[in-house]
């Protein structure tokens, strides 16, 4: 059975070969001029039989019976003859085209392309474009030209294919190929669906949004969007609905639970509009906000941590303000006193804003807070041992606790002389980081008979941890401070 078929087919394209060879054949046999007379069956008709060789009244019984548009030139381009089809395809009557001509209707540049095809008829295989037709309806025609003689007279014939459909069609194949790369390549999900709201298309972020490829799904089984506050009677038919309607929905938020994880988008849905305002579809956006409510997120928690962070310092300088008061005989020893702690507690803080809040060294902090007494800080201070990072609210301890130390090196120890030294000295440990402040270099040191609230500045203001604080001895040739930072508070250390 199969054989039989198979030799059916081989008959069938040899049949039809045959029948193209003839018609081929033919065709070139009119424009020679061989032939006299064409007989043309019809079976509604029967057989017409057209005769060339009285010239143009014979040719154009032919040319009439063609369903493509065509058109009899001299061999000078001037009209012959046109038949029906190509007055309806440049929109004008056989008498008004054969009265001001064919030329008339169209541009200086399609006139000039149909001169070119009709005097190269017969010297070359040409086949030319040219476009008729008001602005919002051009027609697209192919032209194909061959020599032929009317008569005793040499013409030429030109035939008018109409191929606007197949222009259109792959123009609207291009414009496709187009928004489907502008669809790949886009950074937020695109999807695609018809009017019952199947996807049809849907680019990579979509694919992930949706966890599966959704093309063929609803676009609820999707993305399962949870439009939250809306208490489940909003999904997103309902905006497929609307802007299948023509309305373009814009920027509602919901929750894509199918994704992993679930994301925050933002979503808007728009009709699809192709062909002369004609809605196929619509056009759905989700723009991810994860990064969007993270920095939200992000932001309403600095927003708690500076407020908290301002109350502290208000009331930490407010102690300070009360503290110093009670300890100065004079309003200009408090002015001094106060307004030095202030500036200290501004240098540590400057530094952590510069680092976020974050952590700030050890040794640009001891630097920081010596720069207002000394001069030439490299030959005055040296730092040996680990660098370490230290945490905002250690930070801002030790910064007081340096402030003190170097006020009293100023007044009555190293940093009071030319050969006074100051060495800062890092062990690392555990539960707590030593620093050790050893003066050398200055006036003999005599423990003081009196101590004033820089005394309590240094003792307790790294003992809101049991594993920290600070011990000052005065030793006779040079003051010592051991102070411990707490090892929760120290980020990082690093060899030096």
């Given at each position: ?155 030429v014939a030109v035939s008018f294919t109409d ?331 690093i060899a030096i």
């Amino acid at each position: 059975m199969s054989g039989s078929t198979g030799q059916m087919n081989d008959l069938t394209q040899i049949e039809l070969k045959q029948r193209l060879e003839e018609a081929e054949e033919v065709i070139r046999a009119i424009r020679a001029g061989e032939v006299d007379a064409l007989v043309i069956g019809d079976q509604a008709i029967g057989e017409e039989i057209f005769t060339l060789e009285g010239g143009i009244e014979s040719y154009r019984s032919f040319m009439e019976a063609m369903n493509v548009g065509a058109a009899a030139f001299d061999t000078k381009a001037n009209l012959l003859y046109a038949n029906q089809a190509l007055c309806e395809l440049v929109g004008s009557s056989p008498e008004a085209i054969l009265s001001n001509g064919l030329f008339s209707l169209l541009d200086a540049t399609n006139a000039a392309i149909i001169r070119d095809v009709v005097f190269s008829a017969g010297t070359e295989r040409n086949q030319r474009e040219v476009k008729v037709g008001p602005a919002n309806d051009i027609r697209h025609l192919l032209l194909t030209a061959g020599r032929m003689r009317l008569g005793t007279s040499n013409a030429v014939a030109v035939s008018f294919t109409d191929i606007t459909g197949s222009i259109v069609a792959e123009q609207r194949k291009e414009a496709e190929r187009t928004a489907l790369a502008i669809m790949a390549s886009a950074a937020e999900a695109v999807v695609v669906c018809d009017l019952r709201g199947l996807v049809t298309h849907a680019n990579a972020a979509a694919v992930s949004l949706a966890n599966t490829d959704p093309v063929g799904l609803s676009f609820n089984a999707a993305f399962a969007l949870d439009f939250r506050g809306a208490t489940g009677l909003m999904q997103g038919e309902d905006f497929l609905e609307v802007a299948a309607g023509g309305q373009a929905v814009q920027g509602v938020e919901a929750l894509a639970a199918h994704s992993r994880p679930a994301k925050d988008v933002l979503v808007s849905a728009a009709p699809l509009v192709v062909g002369e305002g004609r809605v196929t579809g619509t056009v759905v956006t989700l723009v991810d906000l994860s990064r969007r409510k993270a920095a939200e997120k992000q932001q309403l928690l600095l927003m708690g941590e500076l407020d908290h962070r301002v109350k502290n310092t208000l009331a930490l300088v407010v102690s300070i303000a009360n503290r110093t008061a009670s300890t100065e005989e004079t309003i200009d020893g408090f002015r001094r006193a106060f307004s030095g702690r202030i500036h200290a507690l501004a240098a540590t803080h400057n530094l952590l804003a510069d680092r976020s809040w974050g952590s700030i060294r050890l040794g640009e902090m001891v630097m920081a807070e010596l720069a207002p007494f000394v001069a030439d800080l490299h030959a005055k201070l040296k730092i040996e041992g680990d660098e370490i990072d230290i945490r905002p609210r250690a930070a801002v301890a030790l910064g007081l606790v340096v402030h003190e130390l170097a006020t009293n090196a100023v007044k009555y120890g190293a940093l009071s002389t030319e050969t006074g030294r100051i060495s800062v000295i890092v062990t690392r440990g555990s539960p707590s980081i030593k620093i050790s402040w050893i003066e050398s270099g200055g006036p003999v040191v005599r423990e003081p008979t009196k101590k004033g609230f820089g005394d309590t500045v240094i003792s307790r203001s790294l003992q809101y941890s049991p594993n920290g604080g600070a011990e000052v001895t005065y030793k006779a040739e040079g003051v010592k401070c051991e102070i411990r930072i707490p090892a929760e508070d120290v980020e990082e250390a690093i060899a030096i």
